[in-house]
């Protein structure tokens, strides 16, 4: 005679325990079904009850939307016709600084002594190019100095 493993004999505990418990189980469902039925009416009754209250919503919020939408588009229009491309370039005994190329270096200095790019709102840069350099605060407390 074999030896049952542990897992075995549990197995088949729980399917002798499922098995005395089905009657009950069938019963239980057997007496469920009437309030799940009503459950189920209630339902679709609310369901239908809301149906109108929910088209009327609708038909409110259209026009609030559409209005909505129209005044964004109004905002971008005039946002956009605000922003326009523009550079700086500072030239100085025949040399020639770029503005862009000077920030992007402030940021990267910035960012190499441990700044977070993300948390970047204001960059202001003061250039000297007789020392080629061009120094920069950034966020109104952190500066430094990089090379033109």
């Given at each position: ?130 020392e080629k350099a061009c120094y920069y605060v950034i966020n109104n407390k952190e500066t430094g100095r990089v090379d033109i």
């Amino acid at each position: 005679m074999e030896d049952k493993s542990f897992t075995d004999v549990i197995n088949e505990t729980v399917d002798k325990a499922a098995e005395k418990a089905k009657p009950y189980v069938d019963k239980a469902a057997e007496k469920a079904k009437p309030v799940v039925e009503k459950a189920k009416s209630k339902a679709k009754s609310a369901k239908e009850q809301a149906k109108p209250v929910v088209e009327k919503a609708k038909k409110q919020v259209k026009p609030v939307v559409k209005a909505a939408k129209d005044k964004a588009k109004e905002v971008k229009k005039a946002v956009d016709s605000r922003i326009y491309e523009h550079e700086v370039i500072v030239q100085y005994e025949g040399n020639s600084y770029y503005a862009k190329d000077m920030n992007e270096r402030a940021i990267e200095d910035f960012v190499s002594k441990g700044g977070k790019k993300d948390q970047i709102k204001q960059v202001q840069l003061y250039v000297k190019p007789e020392e080629k350099a061009c120094y920069y605060v950034i966020n109104n407390k952190e500066t430094g100095r990089v090379d033109i």
